[in-house]
């Protein structure tokens, strides 16, 4: 999985955990569909700062206004009108674990896939569960079921089947009646599905590869017979290498045969990923012979701050706090990685420690996941990062090196 993927994923999934101070009603969530104008969204925010002041309790109404206050200077930094796939904003004052501190928070998030209806909340918590839905929708897949008489076009993108087309070969069958001569019928019906085949190949093209409105996956192809293996030589090459599965229906090139091959398609999906990650790993064992590798924290920390990194792998298992905790007085930084149940105890110790350069007890403790902290480096140096799972072989295999695996760009000495 990629580290942008996994990120989202992860901030949407903190985000919907977050609670207002003692459930009060006071977290924006604001969601602006695709080019809509944002003046429109300032303007309807603003009034309800004006609604806000008959809300009886002073200490919500205050931070209700300061949530909106932030969404409408987060809208108004897009200009006139909203980004492509539109944006969600999510403002408000939330609480600590205990309830005991709070703090104004806000979010923004650009989705991949475009924000489909337009909804201003305000509640106790951030309605991010629209996205949430999306978030199994990442990849799309173009169906193909077909037979020498008819074909289907679809899109698969996570759970989600959309027929594109159907079209029928118009070939004749494949057993004349009686009268014409059987060579001339015979070539003549070849000839009438090499075109019905270009036709179909033509029609794909247009629409993943010249009208694409997104990154295909893969293709998968179905069908009772040949006409499955026969369309992949008029396939533009493109699409042909982007062939993951060819599977036998019994259904033909109608809805039956793409219901069918989204049946069978499972275990392909399935193997896409576990196929990048096997490279992944693949490459990152080649490269370790070659010299052109490294593991471990430290190891790789040390790599990504010198920009020597290609690709970073990161086992989705590892589970490691970075405790970042600067001195407030003279902003000197101290860093360690921790295992989560540590930190309680380092936190509390630290606050009676002294600053090695100015001698002031006073922290500023900030705590941040390993994978994300990693991640976050490697951003910052065109990195490559991919999270590795830690169902297969190769996950596990990442899991003996530690965990935490890089391809240099060159031999590091
Ligand atoms: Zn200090």
Known sequence: MSYRAYKYERELKELKEKESPDGSTCLISLYVPPNRAIADFVQELSDEIGTATNIRSKFTQKNVVSALRNVIGKLRLYGHKAPESGLAIFAGATADSGHKDFKL?????????PISRKLYVCDNRFHVEHLIEKLGEKDVFALLAIDSAKATIATLKGDHVQIIKSTRSGAAKKHRKGGQSSVRYARLRVEAIARYLKRVADEMKQYFLEDAKYELKGVIIGGPGQTKDQIIEHFDPRLRDKVVGIKNLGYGGDEGGINELVENSEEVLEGIAIMEEKQLVR???????????????????????????????????????????????????????????????????????????????????????????????????????????????????????????????????
């Not at 923004?108 to 896939?113: A, T």
Request: charged fraction near 25%.
């Open 105 to 113: 928070e806000s979010y923004v998030f650009e989705p991949k896939d």
């Open 283 to 413: 490459r990152f064992k080649d490269a370790l012979i070659a010299g052109k590798a490294n593991y471990g924290e430290q190891q790789v920390r040390e790599n990504l701050i010198m920009g020597a990194v290609e690709v970073l792998l990161i086992s989705e298992s590892v589970n490691k706090t970075r405790v970042i905790a600067t001195c407030k007085n003279c902003n000197h930084i101290i860093e360690k990685t921790l295992d989560p149940i540590d930190v309680d105890n380092f936190s509390s110790t630290l606050q009676k420690d002294q600053c090695s350069q100015c001698k002031s007890v006073n922290w500023n403790v900030v705590l941040k996941d390993l994978i994300m902290d990693l991640g976050d480096l490697a951003e910052k140096t065109s990195t490559q990062v991919e999270i590795i799972s830690s169902q297969t072989e190769e996950g596990r295999q990442i899991e003996s090196f530690g965990g935490i695996c890089v391809i240099l760009r060159y031999v590091v000495t």
